[in-house]
């Protein structure tokens, strides 16, 4: 892991007896190759079984942890001192040492990155629903076929508030923020959202969507924050949006990593000529990797940002470590280096990673 950076805060407490030093905020630089687990803000919450991650890292060849910052539940999972996100109760505290786990991470050389699930969010419509997708036919708001929330895409409100929270997550001394569910809803009666224009106004998702990358990058991204964007596995071989707004070589224009969710367990039947895509990882991972990395050089832009998703959980099948392993080994034969593990429980198969 390379160097610290200069630390954001050098401050102390008053020296009495009682009092404790704050916390020092410093910051990691990116790993040439990151290799990163991800843990949910529950889990980051609860030191008895963060340290069970902790050791992965500390065993094996993984440098980075993605940590929740904000889910789909909408709840920011620290108490923030910001005026903004404090005005809209998102905060629940869940993890009540952050700033200090953070600061035992960085003493490790991990890399730390704050997750954001941007429009999804259950919690902000209710309180706000102003900035909330609502129904053309009954005014409500709008559910998708989960019955989850969707904050509006094209409120500049909204994109100030994920702005907002990211800056703040990077004050507390995450190294890079990550945005996910940052796209229009996928499923559900997407004919009957109302976005709040004009019914004659045709909806162009991709440049909407460019837009809001675009604010992301001159508010966040040009502070010297590191960004990335989750994005879904089949935009790196699809040619158009599939209906959700999100391009390859769009976010590739505004972020510094593009992460594509390529999930065998995703795909359709017939993807390459695959009854089944799920029982084929590497051939799914190596020819979506290969797809994005042409649309990135087609758009002039370098197949090193690509940072990879790749599936730690089972579905559709049983994911066996070796299934895990030859994803990672897709992404080397891709020409890639980096890429991250994803399982919404935390377990992860460690005798697929090489041990240090």
């Keep these: 892991m ?10 102390v407490a008053s020296s009495t007896i009682e009092s404790k030093p704050e916390i020092i905020v410093t910051h990691r630089e990116t790993p040439d190759a990151v290799k990163a687990i991800y843990m949910t803000s529950w889990v980051a919450s609860t030191p008895s079984i963060r340290e069970r991650l902790i050791r992965i890292v500390d065993t094996t060849e993984i440098n980075s942890i993605v940590i929740d910052v904000k889910d789909d539940t909408g709840r920011i999972a620290y108490e923030s001192d910001n005026v903004l996100i404090k005005s809209y109760g998102s905060y629940d505290g869940r993890i009540k040492d952050l700033k200090k786990f953070i600061a035992v991470l960085h003493d490790k050389n991990i890399y730390v990155i704050g997750r954001i699930a941007v429009f999804q969010d259950s919690f902000l419509p209710t309180v706000k629903p102003e900035l909330a997708l609502h129904n053309t036919k009954t005014g409500l708001i709008w559910k998708d076929r989960k019955s989850q929330l969707w904050l509006n895409q094209l ?12 800056k703040d997550a990077y004050a507390q001394g995450f190294d890079e923020i990550n945005f996910d569910y940052i796209r229009f809803p ?16 045709v909806l162009n998702k991709p440049q909407e969507l460019n837009k809001f990358f675009a604010y992301l990058r001159k ?4 502070e010297g924050i590191p960004i990335s964007a989750d994005l879904f ?23 510094d990593y593009i992460a594509p969710m390529i999930y065998p367990s995703h795909y359709y039947s017939g ?25 990135l050089t087609n758009a002039s832009s370098s197949p090193s940002k690509l ?15 070796a299934m895990v392993k030859t994803q990672i080994k897709a992404t080397y034969d891709s020409g890639l280096t980096s890429w991250m593990l994803w399982d919404p429980s935390n377990k992860y198969s460690e005798s697929a990673l090489e041990k240090e």
Excluded: C
């Design 271 to 295: 993807y390459m000529g695959l009854s089944k895509p799920v029982d084929h990882p590497y051939e799914v991972v190596k020819y979506a990797l290969l797809q994005g990395s042409m649309k």
């Design 233 to 255: 596995g089949q935009i790196t071989s699809e040619k158009d949006d599939m209906g959700i707004g999100q391009t390859i070589a769009g976010a590739a224009k505004y972020f």
């Design 2 to 11: 390379k160097a610290l950076k200069v630390p954001m805060v050098a401050s």
């Design 219 to 222: 508010e966040v991204g040009d």
């Design 155 to 166: 409120n500049p409100i909204v994109w100030e508030y994920v702005a907002t929270v990211a």
């Design 307 to 321: 940072r990879p998703w790749l599936q730690d959980f089972s579905l559709g099948t049983t994911y066996t470590p």
């Design 186 to 201: 996928s499923d559900g009666n997407i004919s009957e959202i109302d976005y709040g224009m004009a019914s004659t106004t």
